[in-house]
């Protein structure tokens, strides 16, 4: 099992410029998570999905768009990319079918530049 | 809302020692989750130890333990026989108990492990 996995890994965009960060997970999870980690801070939920079909907001939503395109991926769109959405992005699953279950397991990180 | 709090931005410690990070958290939930994570250098989120509010003893895993302190909501991460491999940022993380919730992070604590 390959866990969640994102691609790309880097990416350097300039302003206005629009791109979508795609995640996978192989581990049937229900749950779907986008945060994102500035320097001196811990991660901030962008959006989540709870199940396929489903998608809410988090802390931080603003110039973020997302797709869960099915059970496995969960993906995030910058559609008009600006400097403060520089960060490291992580993805997330985490399974919520069963009760008792609170881990969330994390992709390996998109870092992203905006010039 | 929940907040988590890291006072201490840096540390650092002589390999073999025992060291102790800090956590306190803020919240009017009475049954949810802590966790803390340690991302190395690579950037991956790696899950080192989790806690269930309810359960009073407190979780180990290996050189890993926690103190936790339910009324004083502290949540302290203590690493024993520290190794070189423990350099990373840890965080800890909140998460109440029901539905589908997301993370809350601390701004993290850089630990170095000093040969």
């Known amino acids: 099992n390959a866990g969640v996995t994102q691609t790309p890994k880097f990416q350097v965009l300039k302003t206005g410029q629009s791109m979508t960060l795609q995640c996978a997970q192989d581990?049937?999870?229900?749950?779907m998570y986008w945060y994102r980690q500035d320097p001196g801070m811990g991660l901030r939920l962008i959006y989540y999905?709870?199940?396929?079909?489903?998608?809410d907001k988090g802390e931080v939503p603003n110039g973020y768009n997302v797709s869960r395109l099915n059970k496995r991926e969960f993906s995030l769109r910058l559609e008009s990319a600006a400097p403060s959405q520089t960060s490291v992005y992580f993805c997330a699953s985490r399974e919520t079918q069963r009760a008792f279950t609170d881990t969330q397991y994390f992709g390996p990180g998109t870092r992203l530049t905006v010039l | 809302a929940q907040t988590v709090t890291q006072s201490q931005p840096e540390m650092s410690v002589q390999e073999a020692e025992t060291v102790t990070l800090s956590c306190t958290y803020d919240?009017?939930?009475?049954?949810?989750?802590l966790f803390w994570y340690k991302q190395p250098p690579s950037r991956q989120m790696i899950l080192v130890i989790r806690?269930?509010?309810?359960?009073?003893q407190n979780a180990t895993e290996n050189r890993f333990s926690v103190n936790f302190q339910k009324a004083a909501k502290s949540f302290s991460l203590k690493i024993s026989d520290s190794q070189l491999g423990d350099t990373a940022m840890y965080f800890c993380?909140?998460?109440?108990?029901?539905?589908?919730?997301?993370?809350?992070f601390g701004t993290g604590t850089r630990l170095t492990i000093i040969p």
């Open positions: 999905s709870a199940s396929e079909g489903t998608t």
């Open positions: 993380a909140f998460m109440k108990y029901f539905g589908n919730e997301k993370l809350t």
């Open positions: 919240t009017s939930e009475s049954n949810y989750y």
């Open positions: 581990m049937n999870h229900n749950s």
């Open positions: 806690q269930e509010a309810y359960k009073q």
